[in-house]
């Protein structure tokens, strides 16, 4: 079983849906949680950034982290054509070593 | 604020040859840590550098090295490419452990 799971997709949504994208993980060392976007041929982009349960909110964007089911979700109201991209999780340990774990990315198309 | 570099973006090398990869991370931040995406596996994590001391490894051979100056700049090296040696290089820096991690572009490497 992978450490970092994560649907591949791809998704597709109309304009001014709202997407909801998951992983699950499996090793309760996992503290901290973040969601990077990725557009083709680019870097990933930082978008999110927690590391409770609960949710965390920006803009048109929402975390959630459920620490005792071992999953979290990112949520985005309102999808844009331009929100467009691989979306990514990945989680650190709560140990020194400083090392992400990502999932393998879900393609997202918002069809204007 | 300037955001993380990576030189070269392209590079074409045959197989057998060597390469080496620089990163130039976030003004103050002195944590830097490689991956190397492919389509198959993803983002996978290579090493990470904290004032000038390699903290973390990930599974790979030892032709992949790297290392960290003085002024938190990196190199990535590897030696006697291989054609699956064929990925995006993404270097990471952040503050410290746990902290948040901001990616380059990336290197793209393709060995012929």
């Known amino acids: 079983q992978k450490e970092v799971e994560q649907d591949p997709g791809p998704l597709s949504v109309p304009e001014g849906a709202i997407v909801s994208l998951n992983c699950t993980y499996s090793?309760?060392?996992?503290?901290?949680f973040m969601w990077y976007r990725q557009y083709s041929r680019k870097g990933p982009e930082l978008l999110m950034y927690?590391?409770?349960?609960g949710n965390k909110e920006d803009g048109r964007f929402t975390a959630q982290v459920d620490k005792s089911s071992k999953y979290i979700s990112l949520f985005i109201r309102d999808s844009q054509p331009s929100d467009s991209a691989t979306y990514l999780c990945?989680?650190?340990?709560?140990?020194?070593?400083?090392?992400?774990?990502f999932g393998k990315g879900t393609l997202l198309t918002v069809n204007p | 604020k300037a955001g993380v570099t990576q030189t070269p973006r392209y590079l074409i090398k045959t197989r057998g040859q060597q390469v080496t990869l620089s990163c130039s991370p976030i003004?103050?931040?002195?944590?830097v840590s490689w991956y190397q995406q492919t389509p198959g596996q993803g983002l996978q994590f290579l090493f990470e550098?904290?004032?000038?001391?390699?903290?973390n490894k990930g599974n790979f051979p030892g032709r992949f090295s790297g290392r960290q100056f003085s002024n938190s700049r990196s190199e990535m090296n590897v030696s006697t490419l291989e054609l699956g040696d064929s990925a995006l290089y993404l270097c990471?820096?952040?503050?410290?452990?746990?902290?948040?991690?901001?990616f380059g572009q990336g290197t793209r490497l393709t060995v012929v």
């Open positions: 003004s103050g931040h002195r944590s």
């Open positions: 090793n309760s060392a996992f503290q901290y």
């Open positions: 927690t590391y409770s349960s």
């Open positions: 990471a820096s952040s503050l410290g452990v746990r902290a948040e991690a901001f």
């Open positions: 550098y904290f004032s000038e001391t390699q903290r």
């Open positions: 990945a989680m650190i340990s709560g140990g020194s070593n400083y090392k992400l774990t």
